[in-house]
């Protein structure tokens, strides 16, 4: 139903920022709720941070006050800037999309099932 593209990974050192982009292609992004999550080898996949269609925001606690979700609709473009980056924050990281129907706070709370589209994922990469 939507093509999602990520962008931003990097290597980076603690303490360090970057910033993913997720570009949604096929419907206005605003229409979905959209995700970030994020899988370390050998390590089962964790959501990150969660926007819904109001614009309401919920995160793990591994990444709160750290981490910032948003959109740019204009765009069509969902972000998250990462600051105080930690080696614990090395991962593939991923987009992720539903066609609305769930708050921010009970998709991140299900997890990844209840989000059937998917992007490539970006490599972050986080050295002491």
């Known amino acids: 139903q939507v093509q999602l593209v990520e962008s931003g990974g990097d290597s980076v050192q603690a303490g360090g920022s970057l910033r993913l982009s997720c570009v949604a292609y096929?419907?206005?992004?605003?229409?979905?709720?959209m995700g970030w999550f994020r899988q370390a080898p050998g390590k089962e996949r964790e959501g990150v941070a969660v926007?819904?269609?109001?614009?309401?925001?919920n995160y793990a606690d591994s990444v709160k006050g750290r981490f910032t979700i948003s959109r740019d609709n204009a765009r069509n473009t969902l972000l998250l800037q990462m600051n105080s980056l930690k080696p614990e924050d090395t991962a593939q990281y991923y987009c992720?999309?539903?066609?609305?129907?769930?708050?921010?706070?009970?998709?991140?709370?299900?997890?990844?099932?209840?989000?059937?589209?998917w992007g490539q994922g970006t490599q972050v990469t986080v050295s002491s």
């Open positions: 926007i819904d269609v109001y614009g309401s925001t």
């Open positions: 992720a999309a539903r066609w609305g129907g769930m708050t921010a706070i009970q998709a991140l709370g299900m997890g990844s099932p209840v989000f059937p589209d």
């Open positions: 096929g419907r206005t992004a605003s229409g979905y709720c």
